[in-house]
Every structure is written in structure tokens, then in C-alpha cells.
């Protein structure tokens, strides 16, 4: 039974230029073994002297980390495909193809680059990132400003908003000069003055069924600060479809959370909450208010751990919920579990393509959600509480 092994470019010269190849085995430990002997060279690149697989390669089967499953002791059987990817956090084959830093860029980032973690690699790590901000308000105004500063070389924005005077007590990206016009153009100015070597791509719509694969698929990461449920679950389903992080931030009054949804490596927004509540259960910003300070803190940590991600370094918040009580200036947090039964990332999926999100969550002609900002834990005890719980 032919497994189908596939070879990155930096092993190739290794096995002969070639890009797969068809190998047997009863698990992967006996097929990358018969690859190691067929291909002697390979064996140093991919096992270190002690037969430990090195710890900057990481075996898929299909499309499963094998850390996550049973190691070199996943079964594979006739059909099936193992990939050899070189990680994100090292390699010299990764470093060659980031791009370089300019002299301008090596002084402007040289108290990242003397930061034993970041370095030139991971300020180039940096450089070569398409990060997508879902929004340019009270989440996204830190988030792309950090994002910025920092050296993310594309910073992709979709809002369709104009700046209002009521916006600048938390949206310190926009400023009075630029009351009046549209978001967009407004942090497009704000990030070209903070870092002009970064590149702005905008998306000047909302965020739709219909187009949100087309814009997220282009992006390494996703940043939410959304604002309404349709579009944060569409966010979470559309990150989920085509293998994205999704770094997730709300707030409410005086309260936020953080979070890393990544189905890959742990559960879904819709692991802790498949539906939404019905219209009008839950107050919108509007009627309940946010402090200004709240969501700089919040969309900073969003900025944090996109970073984080990005040079493959710390504990992410995967299967974390974070939760900040701003009055009493504290830190919680709960533990995330995959919902085996979610029906966008579990065992049997019943979404497997993008839905009408407003009919989802009940939402009519009236735009019930237009500013919402509320909080998962404020949702879950709305939820219990109609459950009888
Ligand atoms: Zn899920």
C-alpha cells in the first residue's frame, strides 16, 4: 500500500530533485525510516544524532500534525499523505527565502533585533507577514498600530466605516483631522506616517459570505475586532475553511477577553459557542458603553500574540480563554476544550462551506448588531441562564 510522502524544496537535492514520493510503511516511523535508508543524506536534516525528529520539522499525516496524534507511531495506510514541513521558528532554508531588512529598517528595529527571540530572523519573519485586521475600531486601532511599529511588512484592513467624533475616545488610530472620512483612509495615513515600509492593503466592504474566503486566503493571519456576531462567526467559519489563526478580542463595558482560535491546533469560537443568541438578547455597545482604555489593552494583547505567532515563539493563548476585569485589575483565565461534535471543526462538520450569517443569527433588515461589542463569558451566562442552568 503506497503512502505518498512529500519532499519541501530544501530536501529535494537530497532524493533526487524529486517532489513526492510513494514509500510504504505501517505507520510514519517505519515510512520515514524507509526514506532515510533509501535516502541516506536525508537523515541528518530531518533526525538528530540521539533519532529524535529535529525539532524544527514537523510531520503531517494528511492534514493532522503528528504531534497531535500519536507521533511516529501514527498509523498511515494506502491513500494517505505525509508532509515534511519545515517550521516556522527555524531552518536556514526558511531564513533564505524571508525577505531582507534595509539599512533604514535594521536602525528602526534594533531594539527588536538585539531581542534574543526576534532577531534579524524573526524581524524578517515579521517582514514577509500578511496580517488581516477585521475592523479598524477599538480593537483594530492598537492592534495595526503595534502590528505597524513592529515591522509587519502587510497589514491588510477591511472596514466600511467613516470616522465620527464618538469614535476617538477609543480609536486612536483615527484622529479629528480625520472625522469625516473613511476609516480606511484614515489608518492607511496614521500607519504610512508610524512605518512607511509598510505595505497597506484595504478592503473597503463588509465582510460577507461572498467575499471573505477570496480576502482571508491571502493572509497568514487574522486579527478580529469585530464588533457584531455574523461577522464573527463568519470569520471564525471562514478561518477554519482554509486552516488560519484566528485571534480573537471582545469587549464589554468594563470587561474583555482574548483568545486563539486555530483549529489546527485547538478549538474554534463555535467549540465554545456553535450559535449565537437570538436578536436583541444582548446589548450593543451603543446602549452599554465601553471604557476608552479597555480596548487598547485588549487589541495590544491581540497584536501580541499575532506577533508571537509569527516568529513561532511563546505559549499562544490556543485553548485559553483570557479574561480582564478592568475595575478590579484582573487577569483570568479559562481552559478551551475542542468540541469533538462543533460543526465546523469537529469529527463530522455539517458547515463545510460559508452560510448566510445574518440569517443565522437572527438578524433582519433592522441592523440589530450595528456596533454590539460583548464579551464570550457575558454570552455563555446569557446562554445558561436561558438553558435553565
Ligand atoms: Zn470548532
Do not use: W
Not at 530531518?46 to 504531534?67: E, K, P, T
Not at 486552516?243 to 463595558?253: D, E, H, L, T
Not at 433592522?366 to 464579551?375: F, H, I, Q
Amino acid at each position: 500500500m503506497a503512502i505518498t510522502v512529500l519532499i519541501p524544496t530544501p530536501l529535494r537535492p537530497f532524493v533526487g530533485g524529486k517532489d513526492a514520493l510513494e514509500l510504504e510503511g505501517e505507520n510514519v516511523g517505519e515510512v520515514l525510516d524507509q526514506l532515510t535508508s533509501d535516502h541516506a543524506e536525508l537523515r541528518k536534516h530531518l533526525f538528530a544524532d540521539d533519532g529524535r525528529l529535529r525539532s524544527f520539522v514537523n510531520v503531517y499525516v494528511n492534514d493532522r500534525d503528528i504531534r497531535h496524534l500519536e507521533r511516529e507511531g501514527t498509523r498511515v495506510g494506502a491513500g494517505d499523505t505525509v508532509s515534511i514541513i519545515p517550521s516556522i521558528a527555524g531552518g536556514t532554508a526558511v531564513a533564505e527565502s524571508l525577505p531582507k531588512l534595509s539599512h533604514e529598517e535594521i536602525l528602526r528595529y534594533s531594539r527588536h533585533l538585539i531581542l534574543p527571540d526576534v532577531g534579524v530572523e524573526g524581524q524578517r519573519k515579521l517582514k514577509a507577514a500578511r496580517v488581516l485586521l477585521i475592523g479598524a475600531g477599538g480593537l483594530g486601532s492598537p492592534a495595526a498600530l503595534y502590528l505597524a511599529a513592529a515591522g509587519v511588512g502587510t497589514l491588510g484592513i477591511v472596514d466600511f466605516d467613516v470616522v465620527d467624533k464618538t469614535n476617538l475616545q477609543r480609536q486612536i488610530l483615527h484622529g479629528t483631522d480625520t472625522v469625516g472620512i473613511p476609516k480606511l483612509e484614515s489608518a492607511r495615513r496614521r500607519v504610512q506616517d508610524l512605518n512607511p515600509n509598510v505595505q497597506v492593503e484595504l478592503f473597503e466592504t463588509r465582510l460577507t459570505s461572498a467575499n471573505a474566503l477570496d480576502i482571508i486566503r491571502e493572509f497568514d493571519v487574522v486579527a478580529d475586532g469585530t464588533d457584531n456576531f455574523p461577522t464573527r462567526y463568519l470569520v471564525n467559519d471562514a478561518c477554519v475553511l482554509l486552516g488560519k489563526p484566528n485571534v480573537y478580542g471582545s469587549i464589554f463595558r468594563f470587561e474583555g477577553q482574548a483568545s486563539v482560535f486555530y483549529a489546527k491546533e485547538g478549538p474554534c469560537y463555535r467549540c465554545l459557542y456553535a450559535e449565537p443568541p437570538p436578536a436583541g438578547l444582548v446589548p450593543s455597545c451603543a446602549e452599554g458603553g465601553v471604557l476608552g482604555v479597555l480596548p487598547g489593552i485588549i487589541g495590544s494583547i491581540q497584536a501580541m500574540e499575532t506577533i508571537k505567532f509569527i516568529l513561532g515563539r511563546g505559549e499562544l493563548l490556543i485553548g485559553r480563554l483570557l479574561l480582564f476585569d478592568a475595575l478590579r485589575l484582573k487577569f483570568r483565565e479559562l481552559k478551551l476544550e475542542r468540541d469533538p461534535d462543533c460543526p465546523v471543526c469537529g469529527r463530522n462538520p455539517t458547515v463545510t462551506s460559508l452560510i448566510d450569517y445574518e440569517a443565522f443569527c437572527g438578524v433582519g433588515a433592522e441592523p440589530v448588531y450595528d456596533g454590539a461589542e460583548v464579551t464570550a463569558l457575558d454570552l455563555k451566562q446569557r446562554a445558561s441562564r436561558r438553558c435553565g442552568v
